[in-house]
């Protein structure tokens, strides 16, 4: 009994040794580093250039205020739309990282400019087709929402004027054919 009791078990111990993961590496830090690493991260989140000055380490020291400064020369390059202010980012990776933000902010910049425009244009057509009592101006407008506001608000001053509810059934959007005929 005992013979078969030390097979089992060698062949759990054999089973549970093969299931195991390969070791993983051991990293061993002494206290001056780790804390070194806490100021470091604390320093970069705070974007405090004279935490980094309580860094033991003058290499990580320097880096730490050197990534802060990148960081900053990056926002300021974003802020100000003006790719020219990455050249002073000390870090290759950084300096390009601050290119590409600095595009894709001018590129959301011009984007928005465009939106704008085109909701001033709706609203001037608008306009123009509500005071003209004209629906066919309204398709000019080239948002689907301010599109459909354009043709109700024509439609439903046509409606109230000849007292004809029928008139809102060209709006075409449900909800807003009920608002019209409320109006009637």
Known sequence: ??????????????TACLAQ???????????????????????????????????????????CAKV???????????VNMDKALCKDVSFDRYRKECELAVDKAVKQEKDKKMVDQTREEDKSKSKLAIENNDPKLCEDVQEEDSKDTCLYNVLVNQAVQKEDATICEQIGRADLVKLCEGQV
């Open 21 to 63: 993961e390969a070791p993983t590496e051991v990293v061993i830090t002494n206290a001056d580093e780790a804390l070194d690493n806490m100021i470091y991260k604390d320093a970069v989140e705070m974007m405090d250039v004279s935490r980094c000055e309580n860094i033991a380490e003058k290499f990580d020291s320097v880096e």
């Open 1 to 14: 009994m005992k013979k078969i009791m030390i097979i089992v078990l060698s062949s759990l111990t054999l």
């Open 68 to 78: 802060i400064v990148a960081f900053d020369k990056m926002e300021e390059a974003v």
